[in-house]
């Protein structure tokens, strides 16, 4: 039985989705890219901007409209919208973040396989996203999150490294360890367990390379974390953070329970321990009430700061929070704002490139075609090369050679392992 899949969102909804075609891989189903021949389709969902949640209606619109195939849609949409999504597709199946868990069980019965004892590996991706954690304690006055994905929960590390063996065994190099609050990995478990300690333990698993870590959440970064991580022989060299704003005010409307200064120190920090490491954060501008000093008290906080990129996004109130409640900034004026931090993170993003030209830095073939492949380097940069087949998902060291633009390097490879 042929099987098709999307997701939307977050790199935990990314997470969920390899490892549910992983599962039903070992099962006897097979991936495809084309909808057309698909048994059924799974679609993992998203609903943390307005703009996100309308995305997933127009693709179920078109997908009812034009497809027989049977769609099963999972999670936060799922969560927030289930009666009117019930109501307008109707012999669709619908699993939200907590019945999510008896997807696979669910496929078994209800698209049964002849042959179970066939196992399919497609490769979906070259690097394998591996989710750690789900949930949030946090009640940060923007975020719907923790209403939709519920309280915080980790999952044990025994189970996370046994699941990180068998992805080496699959071929895969690099694991993207995410979550929804991957800094608080550990903290809900009884004995308590903890990041660092469970990169550590990855660490000695011979056959993945490299171990990426998602999102930081800086209430929680540390002096001792940071020193120990770089003792870590396989962590790679790109750390994002979640700042959001570069002003007090700001960050205490958003109840972040962070300050900037505090941000400062943690720059500083993996600067020491990680000099070349390219580091980001999530920006998120016009939260209501944001002043003209305020907006610029971020730029300037982003602009004269160590970091060489972030993800700016435009507020976006979600009904259910108390930002939603707030008076909302005009939206040209976010507008405005948006586009000129915009600017300022091109200019960092190729200034960071431009420092590794002619330097030869280690990384993952992640694409193959015949015109070029692609590599993602350790320090997360994409790096076009002229075409290699056959070393899909394998480390490589790639000599960098021009910076096309703020999201693309040209190099050459110098070594295939
Ligand atoms: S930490 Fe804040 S922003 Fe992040 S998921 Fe939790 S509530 Fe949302």
Redesign the pocket.
């Known amino acids: 039985m042929k099987f098709y899949v999307d997701y939307f969102g977050c790199r935990t909804n990314q997470a969920e989705m390899q490892e549910w075609i992983v599962d039903l891989e070992t099962s006897g189903y097979q991936l495809t890219h084309d909808s057309t021949e698909a048994g059924f389709g799974i679609l993992n969902t998203c609903s943390v901007t307005e703009r996100a949640e309308k995305d997933i209606f127009k693709f179920l619109n078109k997908v009812f409209v034009n497809s027989n195939t049977p769609w099963i849609i999972v999670g936060c949409t799922v969560s927030k919208e289930k009666n009117k999504l019930q109501e307008r597709y109707k012999n669709y199946f619908f699993f939200d973040n907590t019945e999510k868990l008896h997807l696979v069980d669910f496929i078994k019965e209800k698209f049964p396989v002849e042959e179970d004892n066939i196992i399919y590996h497609s490769s979906y991706k070259s690097r394998i996203f591996l989710k750690i954690h789900d949930g949030?304690?946090?009640?940060?006055s923007?975020?719907?999150?923790?209403f939709l994905?519920g309280k915080a929960r980790s999952l044990p590390a025994a189970e996370i490294i046994h699941k990180a063996r068998y992805f080496g065994s699959l071929g895969y190099k690099e694991i993207v360890l995410t979550g929804?609050?991957l800094s608080s990995y550990g903290y809900d478990l009884f004995p308590r367990e903890n990041l660092l300690n469970l990169v550590k333990q990855l660490c000695k698993i011979r056959s993945i390379d490299f171990i990426r870590l998602s999102t930081l959440?800086p209430r929680y970064l540390r002096y001792e974390f940071v020193k120990e991580l770089s003792y870590t022989r396989k962590i790679a060299g790109s750390f994002h953070f979640?700042f959001?704003s570069g002003s007090n005010s700001v960050l205490q409307r958003m109840?972040?329970g962070s300050k900037v200064f505090e941000y400062h120190k943690i720059l500083e920090l993996f600067r020491d321990f990680f000099p070349g490491a390219n580091l980001g954060t999530d920006l998120l501008i016009g939260f209501p009430g944001e002043t003209d000093r305020e907006f610029q008290e971020t730029l300037e906080f982003f602009r004269d700061s160590s970091l060489n990129y972030a993800h700016v996004f435009p507020f976006s109130p979600r009904e259910g929070t108390r930002a939603a409640l707030m008076e909302q900034a005009p939206v040209n004026i976010v507008q405005k704002r948006v586009k000129e931090l915009k600017e300022i993170n091109r200019g960092k993003k190729i200034e960071y490139r431009e420092r590794f030209l002619d330097k030869t830095l280690e990384g993952i073939l992640t694409e193959e075609d015949p015109n070029y492949s692609l590599v993602v380097t350790t320090n997360y940069l994409s790096v076009r090369v002229p075409p290699v087949m056959g070393y899909k998902k394998k480390k490589v060291k790639v000599r960098i050679k021009r910076v096309v633009n703020e999201n693309m390097c040209e190099g050459i490879i110098v070594k295939k392992r």
Do not use: A, G
């Open positions: 949030c304690n946090f009640r940060c923007y975020c719907i999150v923790p994905r929804v609050n959440d979640s959001q109840k972040r």
